[in-house]
């Protein structure tokens, strides 16, 4: 405190000479910040004050007369400067809450939203890869894969020759609709009872289909027509194939040996011996593997797919579609939410569009499949052999929409 006191010049000092009593006068004058005439300050960098928490905010005020008389003492002043100015920010500027805001701050959150909405771009551009379904196959010889590309191409060009119309019913005179479900139905049973592969019943619906379409055929012989289709479907595709005697007690000895041999004629010439056609068997191989399916998959899939062969309103989609669309349902039913990989539209060809019909159809005899008249495959896909896959819910929410 002494040492203080000796800094401190005594005013009788400072009277005696005349810059210092001139510079004192202005101090004596000086007016508080708020006070001062914006104009009068030098072009300097402008501080700004800001509402905060703990500070002062000056505000601006209009200038009062005694005011700008004590500024005009200041003004002549040249030994006197300012090392900022400082800027009031009024209230009911409109710009306030953006100025408030530090300069570093505004650029952080432009940057941030920035690579945020390139972060979005990216996500949208980033697509799900198709994956090579036969890289694990390429030391397996069986697996053809050099040429499975193409065995599948081949098997898409020519998928509609062994189509048959959706309208032949029309010009059968003395069976119906109802009565080729009933057949079917009756077959799909006695397949199973034989314990029969299953691309031998795609074979067997299709050689009836595309057998009646060209020949008009009396109801009474309907049945040997099938049990004749699945002798010769055993013959293509079976290993062991049952003999015709076994055929002819199914039937409850319906028919006799010269009959169904006959009757087997009379396929083939009509068909021109042309068995190899692609089944909607031969495309489900193929897809469940792009879907990478497991058992339980595979056997809803397939499920859906044998009640599309006893309704005859689904001859008009093609056996690729059948496929496709059984796959789609079956993982929609499992997992109750939609469900098309990129890989499976890849190896498919179809789109989830294009297979939303023929999936809606599916859905409906799913529904039914346990109430109606004709339940054999129900009743096949009811056993633990079949892993029960008739017993999943059905995909309604597909209905819906």
Known sequence: MEASKENRLPSSDLQGHPRM???????????????????????????????????????????????????????????????????????????????????????????????????????????????????????????????IDDIYSLYKKIEDSSCVSPNYMTNQFDINERMRAILVDWLIEVHYKFELLEETLFLTVNLIDRFLERQSMIRKKLQLVGVTAMLIACKYEEVSVPTVEDFILITDKAYTRDEVLAMEKLMMNSLQFNLSVPTPYMFMRRFLKAAHCDKKLELSSFFLVELCLVEYKMLKFSPSLLAAAAIYTAQCSMYQFKQWTKTSEWYTDYSEEQLLECSRLMVTFHRKAGSGKLTGVYRKYSTWRYGCAAKIEPALFLLDN
């Open 21 to 147: 009593e001139e510079n004192l006068k202005a101090l004596h004058h000086r007016l508080p910040l708020r006070s001062i005439n914006q104009n009068l300050m030098p072009n300097r960098s402008p501080v700004h004050s800001r509402k905060s928490k703990g500070h002062t905010v000056l505000h601006h005020q209009p200038p009062q007369p005694h005011a700008t008389k004590k500024q005009n003492m200041l003004a002549p002043n040249p030994s006197y400067t300012l090392d900022c100015e400082i800027i009031a920010i009024d209230d009911d500027d409109e710009d306030a809450s953006d100025s408030a805001v530090p300069e570093f701050v505004k650029h952080t959150e432009a940057m941030l939203d920035e690579i945020d909405r390139i972060e979005e771009v990216e996500m949208e551009d980033v697509q799900e890869p198709v994956l090579d379904i036969d890289a694990c196959d390429r030391t397996d010889p069986l697996a053809v894969v050099e040429y």
